[in-house]
């Protein structure tokens, strides 16, 4: 059984960027150079991009290759440039709290195995479920969801006024 | 390139292989023509020079020689980059691949396409910014303070002025209706103005500000002349790419030339028609009955129209001196932002009114 889900095309595909992403991620929090740090979790956020491909949700995987890569880890990269990644030395990446990582980590992964498997339980995936075209998500957001779309915008609104007003001291 | 056909007749495999080669042609050629005739010959007529001559009729292989002496040189990586020679090595390679990604969605005729992607442009816009990564890291990882100088103007830069070519590109989006962007070719050729529909409706007459918009940040996101702080010659030496030879270096200019020509061809397709020419000439009135011969025509007219498109790139980027970085960043964020945003607004309201 197990063998005959394998060899689907989309679940190779599945367990392949999976184990990418697994190995990415590990490597962001092991690696000691901030650089590489972020340029491991440009991969962790290319193949969540991939995933959602396999998922055929096109404009989610579009706007996370947009939003995350093009914009956040260029970011990421600006600032730690700018400041403190200097050519091969290993910057001091760990303090000495690290160990208090692993049991949030595992505390999160426990709440989200069990959301889930609460929320959808042994739900099956349709297989002949009709893609989602970008007009149906932007019919949504802009019909039943507008308000909380606007209260969205206003908390990003308001951020962006923080961080000038906080940035600026002139 | 009959899709029918391929479906019918070809496996999996061979699609694909077609598809690569074809990807390969559609980067490829259009960088070669534009480094040839533009760079070579449009500059030198400019400069009252004749430019390359020896190499074949009118220097016509002076660009195959470049090329075989850019590859016997040797790849260096400088001593201070050793720690790093993994990442200075891959950084030309992600700015290459952003091109080939970018290639992906321009359709090329009614089925003459490599991907008939529903969120198309945005997909475009998207892969193009994936570029910016491999800039910076070359920056960062040649160990060289100019090239690292050169990598932070092209990132904050190339940031800059993505915004207003998203924000461009909203105005075609919203009058065409769609982001696929061969339905934006059918849009604009089955269209007609005032009920005359003899050259279609192509967007650069009603959304003219949104066209000069895309084309000014088409520009920067090039690094072309007005825009090209971060290689600033006088000053950074040549940026990020200063420390690159031999092969990575042709890769950052083919990167470089080939992103022009498939910029300009997603500008031709959002404003100029794209491989359509307007329907009502041969009296086809949408997909199905265009006629098979458009798909031989289609990437001929796609392509005169990005030779044009890229006169103009390179007529400006030949005629004005360079901006200073922060006449550059004030441009974008007072002028071009605001401006694109009025237009989103302008045509939101033409097009409940009509």
Redesign the interface.
């Known amino acids: 059984m197990i063998a005959a889900d394998l060899l689907v095309a989309q679940n190779i595909g599945f367990y392949l960027i999976a184990a990418i992403m697994v190995f990415g991620a590990f490597s962001v929090v092991t690696t000691r150079n901030v650089v590489h740090a972020a340029l491991w979790l440009v991969v962790v956020l290319a193949g969540a991009a991939a995933q959602y491909i396999l998922l055929a949700a096109e404009f989610v995987a579009v706007t996370q290759v947009l939003v995350y890569i093009g914009a956040v880890m260029v970011l990421f990269l600006f600032g730690t440039m700018l400041t403190r990644a200097r050519i091969g030395t290993d910057s001091e990446l760990n303090n000495k709290n690290w160990f208090m990582g692993i049991p949030v980590a595992v505390l999160l992964l426990a709440t989200l195995i069990i959301a889930l498997n609460d929320g959808f339980g042994d739900e099956q995936l349709p297989t002949d479920a009709p893609v989602v075209t970008t007009q149906q998500v932007s019919d949504q957001i802009f019909g039943p969801y507008l308000l909380p779309f606007w209260a969205l915008s206003f908390v990003l609104l308001a951020a962006t006024i923080g961080a000038i007003v906080l940035a600026r001291r002139d | 390139m009959n899709s029918a056909l391929i479906a019918a007749d070809l496996a999996y495999w061979a699609q694909s292989l077609l598809r690569v080669l074809g990807g390969l042609v559609a980067v490829l050629l259009p960088a070669g023509t534009v480094v040839y005739l533009f760079l070579f010959k449009m500059m030198s007529f400019m400069q009252s020079r004749l430019g390359p001559m020896e190499a074949g009729p009118y220097g016509s292989m002076q660009l195959f020689a470049e090329v075989g002496k850019w590859l016997q040189k040797e790849d260096i990586v400088p001593a201070?980059?050793?720690?790093?020679a993994r990442?200075f090595k891959m950084a030309p390679l992600i700015v290459l691949a952003s091109t080939f990604l970018l290639v992906v969605v321009v359709p090329f005729g009614p089925d003459a396409w490599f991907t008939d992607?529903?969120?198309g442009i945005?997909?475009a816009?998207?892969?193009s910014?994936?570029s910016?990564?491999g800039i910076?890291?070359a920056?960062?990882?040649s160990?060289n303070k100019y090239s690292?100088l050169g990598?932070?103007r092209a990132?904050?830069q190339l940031?800059a002025y993505?915004l207003p070519m998203v924000l461009a590109v909203i105005g075609v989006v919203i009058q065409a209706g769609t982001?696929n962007l061969q339905q934006i070719v059918v849009a604009q050729n089955a269209g007609s103005m005032f009920g005359w529909n003899g050259v279609g409706n192509p967007y650069i007459l009603t959304q003219f500000v949104a066209f000069i918009i895309f084309m000014i940040s088409v520009q920067a996101e090039l690094t072309q002349t007005p825009f090209d702080m971060p290689i600033a010659e006088s000053e950074l030496v040549s940026g990020y790419m200063t420390e690159y030879s031999g092969f990575r270096f042709l890769i950052f200019f083919i990167g470089e030339f080939a992103t022009a020509g498939v910029f300009a061809m997603i500008a031709s397709v959002l404003f100029l028609g794209g491989w359509g020419v307007p329907f009502a000439w041969f009296g086809w009135t949408d997909m199905d009955s265009i006629d098979n011969w458009m798909n031989v025509a289609g990437p001929l007219i796609l392509f005169t129209k990005m030779i044009v498109l890229v006169f103009f790139i390179m007529w400006v980027r030949f005629s004005f001196p360079r901006f200073r970085e922060d006449q550059l960043q004030r441009f974008a964020w007072k002028i071009l932002i605001p401006v694109s945003l009025v237009n989103i607004m302008v045509t939101a309201v033409l097009k409940v009114a009509f």
């Open positions: 201070n980059a050793q720690p790093e990442i992607f529903e969120v945005f997909y816009l998207a892969v910014s994936v910016v990564l910076l890291i920056g960062w990882s160990a690292l990598g932070l990132a904050g940031i993505e982001m």
